[in-house]
């Protein structure tokens, strides 16, 4: 693997267990850090540079779902004041 697509990928695997951290859910928080691990461990004797481009770009997408779905979660278990319990 060429240097910058090394860091390129420890880059994506950085950037996707921080933001996995944001889950407030215990479960969802455990399980998408177990699955990058496990995906990334398991893909890590990947020679072929274009298999190598395809599970980057699959990991970006992964990483956009992520952050979606950080913020869908966050923004659901705020409570506007006007309805919070007196």
Avoid: C, W
Avoid at 28 to 36: E, G, H, L, N, S
Avoid at 44 to 53: G, L, T
């Amino acid at each position: 693997m060429a240097a910058s697509s090394r860091a390129q990928v420890l880059d994506l695997y950085r950037a996707m267990l921080r933001e996995s951290k944001h889950f407030s859910a215990y479960n969802y928080r455990t399980y998408a850090v177990r699955r990058i691990r496990d995906a990334f461990r398991e893909n890590k004797n990947v020679k072929d540079p274009i298999e190598i481009q395809a599970l980057v770009n699959k990991a970006k997408r992964d990483l956009g779902v992520i952050r979606r779905q950080v913020r869908r979660l966050h923004n659901k278990i705020i409570v506007p004041h006007s309805e919070r319990p007196m």
